[in-house]
C-alpha cells in the first residue's frame, strides 16, 4: 500500500536557521498538509496546499513559513529562522478524496 | 469556533475489559469525524469514520449529535490496542482540514 513519506526522521538545527522538511506525498493525491505537534500538545493543523496554491493557513503560519510543491512529487515546508518554539514534530499528510493519509513525521529540534 | 476535546489524558484498562475513549465536539456546520491511532513510534492512521458506520480491529464509534460526542469503543481491549488516540473533526470545504482532540493514551494491561 503505497504511504507518505517524510525526510529526514530528525533535524536539529541552530537557532535563525533555515530548515527544509520534505514529504513525498501519494502519488495520484492531490491535496496536501502540513500539521505539527508540539511535545505534549494536541497536533495543529499549519496549511493547506491544492493546485499548486495555498488553499488555508493556520496563525501559526506566519511570513517565516512556506510551502513549494517543486516537482511532480515532493512537497516541502521551509522555515526561514527558526525560533526555540518551532520545536515539534511535523507532520505531512496528503489525500485524494477521503482521508487523509499522515507521513511518519519530522522531529524539528531547534537549539 | 470549532473544537475538539478528549477528557482523559491517560487510561489504563487490563485485556479482555471494555474500553471506552471520550470525545466531544463542538462546530456549528455539520461535523463529519475521525478517530486516528499512534502505535509506539510510527505514524498517525485513520482508524475510522463515522460516515462508513464500520468496526475496525473491534472499535465502534457512533456520532451523537444531541450529545455532540463520538466516542470510540471496544468491547474487549487486547494488549495490542495500547496506544495514542485521536478524535478529530473535518472542517472547511472541499479543501477541509482536520481539528485534532489533545488524543488519549490507551495502555492494556496484562
Known amino acids: 500500500e503505497p504511504e507518505v513519506t517524510q525526510t529526514p526522521s530528525h533535524q536539529v538545527t541552530q537557532m535563525g536557521q533555515e530548515v527544509i522538511l520534505r514529504c513525498v506525498p501519494i502519488?495520484?493525491?492531490?491535496?496536501f498538509y502540513w500539521y505539527r505537534q508540539i511535545l505534549g500538545q494536541k497536533v495543529e493543523f499549519l496549511v493547506s496546499f491544492y493546485n499548486n496554491e495555498i488553499s488555508e493557513k493556520s496563525e501559526i503560519f506566519d511570513d517565516q513559513f512556506s510551502v513549494e510543491r517543486p516537482d511532480g512529487s515532493n512537497f516541502t515546508l521551509k522555515i526561514r529562522s527558526t525560533k526555540l518554539e518551532d520545536s515539534a514534530m511535523y507532520f505531512c499528510?496528503?489525500?485524494?478524496?477521503?482521508?487523509?493519509?499522515f507521513g511518519p513525521g519530522t522531529r524539528l529540534t531547534v537549539t | 469556533a470549532q473544537r475538539v476535546t478528549q477528557p482523559e489524558k491517560l487510561l489504563s484498562v487490563f485485556k479482555g475489559a471494555p474500553v471506552e475513549l471520550k470525545c466531544n465536539y463542538s462546530y456549528s456546520g455539520s461535523p463529519e469525524l475521525f478517530w486516528y491511532v499512534q502505535y509506539s513510534r510510527q505514524r498517525l492512521q485513520l482508524l475510522l469514520r463515522?460516515?462508513s458506520r464500520e468496526s475496525i480491529k473491534g472499535f465502534t464509534a457512533d456520532l451523537n449529535k444531541g450529545e455532540t460526542s463520538f466516542h470510540l469503543k471496544k468491547p474487549f481491549a487486547q494488549e495490542e490496542d495500547s496506544a495514542m488516540y485521536y478524535c478529530a473533526l473535518k472542517t472547511g470545504g472541499s479543501n477541509y482540514k482536520l481539528t485534532f482532540g489533545k488524543g488519549t493514551l490507551l495502555t492494556v494491561n496484562p
Open positions: 463515522h460516515i
Open positions: 502519488s495520484n493525491h492531490l491535496y
Open positions: 499528510a496528503s489525500r485524494g478524496t477521503d482521508p487523509q493519509y
